[in-house]
């Protein structure tokens, strides 16, 4: 434990606090915008911390990763477009409540969610690193295959009007994810010899062409004068920052599923803030209220996305395999700086690593800090007429489309994308279900490959471990689960008619 | 199928789910050429959509009947002009530059959404570009599209 | 509202004044005068995302180059189709030595040969600058508790049944080469499991899901270091320096030879005096005690560096070497 006060004392000089703070500022902005994420800011800023102690060059990223990730929520729940993939879920009931005049709240939760999030995953790293390490390992391709499969049948009970349209979207997410060029054959799939979709699509521009851009269509057309239903902002900030204490359970549930599932390489925070919100949603005494401004809708996604953070970190120290594409950068800056990523790191220089965990746990009181110095101001966006809104939106959406890869093309992307989406949000065809298809299939497909490859090729290679069997079996209930709730459902609607 | 109270139609539910199926049958058709182990879920997943979209049209033949209703889409001014802003923008962004593809696409959508306040609408529509080009260019290092001016 | 709209911009503009202060303009050359070259910022192209080997590699040396060269260096990252986006765009751009791409070898020669077609120009109307990678390769690691202790020992059980590699690249990549040199050599097959990265592998490694894997050398190394791996063997042509103990593919009587190196390229079209000089640019860089220091710090492959001329005829022997055998890839598929 003494470790701990060495990474205080590595923070205990100005310049280290200089940086912190530029880190911050930086993170957020980058959080908030759609396109700009934590992985591009934390590359561009590794040059800049070779000239730096390492320690404080990791702390630099580990609080660039963390602010970042809460930066998302903010033009999530202002605007209905998640500043990065980690805030999508976050749109659901946070715009809801933004458009009641809640914003405030909804921006407090948020903090308070991520706050607890963060702190959270950083005791289950901190408690957590050695002991997880063999359960880690014995995962191999046929469990992941499984999980991805579970996390499909996610969508079933994600889709409110009709599981068809639900799949139907999972399918256009995964068609999209086929697109580019296949790792182990080499064939190239879908892609009319262009060389841009040689590599697929990426899921940032999907994500602003699907929530982004159609928002910006709603907006346009809508009848409403601003996004609040009334010019007048209600709501309090430190209501919603103490809303995480108030739902105990939820808190500590999703920061432990966000903490696991980000541990699972490949697996990252789109996927655990459905997980989370879904499972909010079953486990509420009213979920009816999901979907229209239920403050457990905000607290779970955010509580989970910052804890995914602290998990996908877990894999990345543990045994340099990232557990995100922002901890592949992560993992970069501590190769660029000496640090290699392995059991050694805890055993020869855990002060390093506890100098990370101190700046992880800073960086948790920032986010509060960031709270209340920028929402109340930021909160106003919601008051605004639309007219002056929707176009700003639409002018950043861009601009952030086009910060991944500086590609045109990617702006053509998300025009298209963003035209169908809305069509589709129109006729109730969750767009969710096409990003969770997007980001599930390779996972699903690489990992179907290998564990068939292992055994030579043949489908045996899926049931081969016996670890397996378990996450099957949660597949089939889940699906199970869903097909009596939604027949329930049906007749209790029908009945509901009749009377 | 869950029904919505009142029976209104909806053509468009109809020409989506054709589309799906025609999108499925086509990539399961370009799915043939893909090597033996790439080809696995690509068919899976085309065959799914055929079927699904299949059951989509099923479900909404009768609004065969009601494409005249189509008109309430092609009446609403506003959303075609925005979705022509936004298809034409890019092609915008690549000839003109970041900077003044934006200002003229931000003055164009404040103006169909019915603004009149010119003054304020120029303000917003050249501050807002021209703080997210230097943002972009000195924060990030991000080359956004530069017409023949520079930016 | 009046009063929100201009505390907006106002905050606005001074995060827009902040950060232009923070930020760095790269200015654009238009001299091509060797006594007075480099006197502009010099851009590297790494065609790879950030965070990979080759981009740390090159960021790496990047202080070095920067002090021997008297001017900034730019590290832009240009991903994408392969290489292929950061070899098209150095193929197109001024010829002025200003503009320079950081690419792996023999991967650069896979894919000129594989995407001949698309690509601008051909691999040798490329100007070799200089290489300061030299001495890497994807050695066959085996988890510390394997009965495996060498490369015959393990071939042999290979001959008797079906063991699974992993590999850490996928289709046309080094991995692959690497495996089907052996697979013509000794006349072996496996189960091959293609991973994403050599984390990915030796984590499988590690778990028990494969018996082999082909990662890379410097994964490999902190590995063994650490007590939970074993390497057998590499495919240097000679030992390498970060693992001066484990014997070569050659040594252990397997003639499979294939090294990895990154070097530096000038576009097509650069004058051979400017080449020359980045050449002794490069040369004082990788020679200097900075870089040696962080070679040892990050236990980078680095070997011994190849100016343009050595570096030029490797990559000329190379190149025919990789067309003659480009035909094992296709006998020796992955999946």
């Known amino acids: 434990m003494e470790f701990l006060l060495v990474g205080f004392k590595a923070l205990l000089n100005p310049q280290a606090i200089l940086w912190l703070l530029i880190s911050v500022v930086l993170g957020y902005v980058t959080g908030a915008l759609p396109g700009m994420g934590a992985a591009l800011t934390i590359s561009l800023l590794i040059p800049i911390t070779y000239y730096m102690d390492s320690a404080l060059a990791l702390i630099i990223m580990g609080t660039i990763f963390t602010i970042c990730v809460y930066g998302g929520s903010l033009s999530a729940i202002l605007l209905n477009v998640p500043g990065t993939a980690g805030s999508a879920a976050t749109c659901v009931d946070g715009y809801k409540m933004a458009q009641k005049g809640e914003a405030l709240t909804a921006l407090g939760v948020s903090t308070g969610a991520s706050f607890f999030g963060s702190l959270g995953s950083t005791i289950l790293l901190i408690l957590g690193a050695r002991v997880l390490l063999k359960p880690m390992l014995a995962l191999g391709s046929g469990e992941y295959f499984w999980i991805t499969v579970l996390g499909l049948t996610i969508i079933a009970s994600l889709s409110n009007k009709g599981m068809i349209k639900g799949f139907i979207g999972g399918c256009i997410g995964l068609l999209l994810s086929f697109v580019g060029q296949e790792l182990i054959t080499g064939s190239l799939r879908y892609t009319f010899k262009s060389f841009y979709l040689m590599d697929g699509f990426e899921l940032v521009a999907l994500i602003i062409g699907f929530f982004g851009v159609s928002e910006v269509i709603s907006m346009m057309t809508t009848k409403q004068k601003q996004i609040a239903s009334s010019n007048k902002l209600t709501g309090s900030l430190w209501r919603g920052m103490i809303a995480p204490l108030k739902h105990p359970w939820l808190t500590i549930k999703s920061f432990v599923m966000g903490f696991f599932i980000g541990v699972m390489p490949g697996v990252g925070y789109s996927i655990s803030t459905w997980l989370a919100y879904n499972s909010a949603k079953r486990s509420s005494k009213h979920p009816e209220e999901f979907g229209k401004g239920a403050i457990e809708g905000v607290i779970a996604p955010e509580c989970s996305n910052n804890a995914t953070v602290g998990g996908s970190l877990l894999p990345t120290l543990l045994l340099g395999i990232p557990g995100s594409d922002t901890a592949a950068v992560v993992l970069a800056g501590m190769i660029a700086h000496g640090i290699m990523p392995g059991p050694q790191l805890f055993s020869k220089t855990p002060e390093l690593v506890y100098t990370f965990y101190v700046g992880l746990l800073i960086s948790g009181l920032f986010i509060i800090a960031m709270g209340f110095l920028v929402l109340p101001f930021a909160a106003k966006v919601t008051v605004l007429p639309l007219g002056y809104v929707a176009p700003a939106v639409a002018v950043l959406c861009f601009a952030g489309a086009l910060s991944i890869n500086t590609n045109i093309l990617d702006a053509v992307v998300i025009a298209v994308i963003g035209c169908i989406a809305y069509w589709m949000k129109k006729m109730d065809y969750p767009i969710v279900t096409v990003i969770l298809g997007f980001v599930l299939g390779p996972i699903m497909e690489q990992n179907m490959n290998r564990a068939m490859l292992a055994v030579g090729g043949s489908v045996s290679g899926l049931f081969a471990s016996k670890l397996s069997w378990i996450f099957i079996a949660l597949a089939v209930f889940s699906v199970t689960q869903n097909i009596v709730r939604q027949i329930k459902e049906r007749g209790k609607k029908d009945e509901e008619v009749v009377s | 199928m869950k029904k919505t109270d009142k029976k209104e139609p909806k053509p468009e539910e109809l020409i989506f789910a054709i589309l799906i199926v025609i999108v499925g049958i086509a990539g399961f058709i370009i799915a043939s050429d893909f090597s033996k182990r790439a080809k696995i879920l690509p068919r899976f997943v085309t065959a799914l959509m055929v079927v699904l979209g299949g059951i989509q049209v099923w479900n909404n033949r009768g609004e065969f009947a009601h494409m005249k209703n189509l008109n309430g889409f092609v009446k609403n001014k506003t959303l075609l002009l925005t979705i022509l802003g936004i298809l034409v923008y890019p092609l915008a962004l690549r000839f003109l530059g970041f900077t003044v593809a934006s200002v003229l696409f931000m003055f164009y959508l404040m103006y169909i959404r019915g603004l009149r306040a010119y003054l304020k609408m120029a303000i917003l529509s050249v501050s807002v570009p021209v703080v997210v080009f230097l943002l972009f260019s000195s924060l990030a290092h991000v080359h956004l599209p530069t017409g023949p001016w520079g930016f | ?335």
């Open chain 3, 1 to 335: 509202m009046k009063k929100s709209y201009r505390n907006l911009s106002i905050l606005v503009v001074v995060f827009a004044l902040l950060f232009s202060l923070a930020g760095c303009e790269t200015v654009e050359s238009t001299a091509t005068n060797v006594d007075s070259f480099p006197s502009d910022p010099i851009t590297i192209v790494v065609p790879y995302n950030p965070g990979g080997g080759v981009d740390t590699s090159t960021r790496t040396i990047q202080a070095a180059l920067q002090e021997a060269a008297g001017v900034n260096i730019v590290v832009e990252n240009r991903p994408g189709g392969g290489m292929s986006i950061g070899y098209n765009y150095v193929a197109g751009v001024k010829p002025d030595g200003y503009t320079l791409l950081a690419a792996p070898i023999p991967t650069m020669i896979f894919t000129e040969i594989t995407m001949r077609d698309q690509l601008k120009c051909g691999f040798s109307d490329y100007k070799p600058v200089g290489a300061w990678i030299n001495d890497d390769c994807s050695p066959l690691i085996v988890a510390s508790d394997s009965p495996y202790t060498d490369l015959a020992s393990f071939i042999e059980a290979a001959k008797s049944s079906t063991l699974r590699l992993g590999l850490s690249g996928g289709a046309y990549s080094t991995d692959h080469m690497t495996y089907a040199l052996l697979a013509e050599e000794t006349g072996v097959s496996f189960n091959l499991v293609p991973y994403d990265s050599s984390g990915d592998a030796l984590a499988a490694l590690q778990g028990g899901h494969v018996d082999a894997v082909l990662a890379s050398l410097v994964t490999g190394v902190s590995a063994q270091e650490a007590g939970t791996a074993r390497i057998l063997g590499v495919t240097t042509d000679e030992r390498a320096a970060v693992a001066p103990e484990v014997p070569t593919f050659k040594e252990q009587g397997v003639d499979v030879v294939i090294e990895f190196h990154i070097g530096l390229f000038a576009a097509p079209g650069t004058p051979d005096d400017i080449v020359k000089k980045l050449s002794d640019i490069l040369t004082s860089a990788a020679t200097s005690d900075d870089f040696k220091a962080r070679v040892q710090e990050v236990k980078s492959p680095a070997g011994e560096f190849m100016d343009c001329e050595a570096w030029g005829e490797y990559c000329k022997s190379e190149y025919s070497r990789w067309s003659e055998q480009i035909g094992t890839l296709d006998k020796y598929p992955l999946g």
